[in-house]
């Protein structure tokens, strides 16, 4: 049965500052850490995520929100007021991302897999069991009855 926004929160997080928080109402996909370029310089570091379908989404303090537009692809959400990192955004995608450091504890995730691997800082190692996948195709379809 989907779950609907009256249903309590399943997770919930926030920007450092507080300006922006937001509760997820439906299943999270399990942690992604991606070491593309584009990550590593929106987080400072490797961007892990997990994410949630959009409907399952509330934004408080959405008005905080700015939105960066990297490519007609994809954009990028972040605080205004201190400027945490927070979702990544795909119109195409029925989801959107939102950073793992970001949400309360618990969370009850995992790290599942690091995508885009080929690009991965050179100040850092690779050594846990977990799948590495040099582009991010296969990391980052997710199977719809997941998310």
């Given at each position: 049965m989907?779950?609907?926004?009256?249903?309590?929160p399943?997770a919930?997080g926030?920007?450092?500052?507080?300006?922006?928080?937001?509760?997820?109402?439906?299943?999270l996909?399990?942690?992604i850490?991606?070491?593309?370029?584009?990550?590593?310089?929106?987080?400072?570091?490797?961007?892990?995520?997990?994410?949630?379908?959009?409907?399952?989404?509330?934004?408080?303090?959405?008005?905080?929100?700015?939105?960066?537009?990297?490519?007609?692809r994809?954009?990028?959400?972040?605080c205004?007021?201190?400027g945490?990192?927070?979702?990544?955004?795909?119109p195409?995608?029925p989801?959107?991302?939102?950073?793992?450091g970001t949400l309360?504890?618990?969370?009850?995730?995992?790290?599942?897999?690091?995508?885009?691997?080929?690009?991965?800082?050179?100040?850092?190692?690779?050594?846990?069991?977990?799948?590495?996948?040099t582009?991010?195709?296969?990391g980052?379809?997710i199977p719809?009855?997941?998310?």
């Amino acid at each position: 049965m989907p779950e609907s926004n009256d249903a309590p929160p399943r997770a919930s997080g926030q920007c450092l500052c507080g300006a922006v928080r937001y509760e997820v109402r439906g299943p999270l996909r399990p942690v992604i850490a991606c070491h593309c370029t584009e990550c590593r310089r929106f987080s400072g570091g490797i961007w892990t995520a997990t994410a949630a379908r959009r409907e399952h989404l509330t934004i408080h303090g959405e008005e905080n929100v700015r939105w960066y537009a990297y490519s007609d692809r994809a954009r990028r959400g972040f605080c205004s007021t201190c400027g945490a990192s927070l979702f990544f955004s795909a119109p195409a995608m029925p989801h959107m991302a939102i950073a793992a450091g970001t949400l309360n504890k618990p969370t009850g995730l995992k790290l599942a897999v690091h995508i885009f691997t080929a690009e991965a800082g050179d100040y850092y190692l690779l050594t846990d069991d977990l799948p590495k996948i040099t582009d991010g195709q296969h990391g980052l379809s997710i199977p719809e009855d997941r998310v």
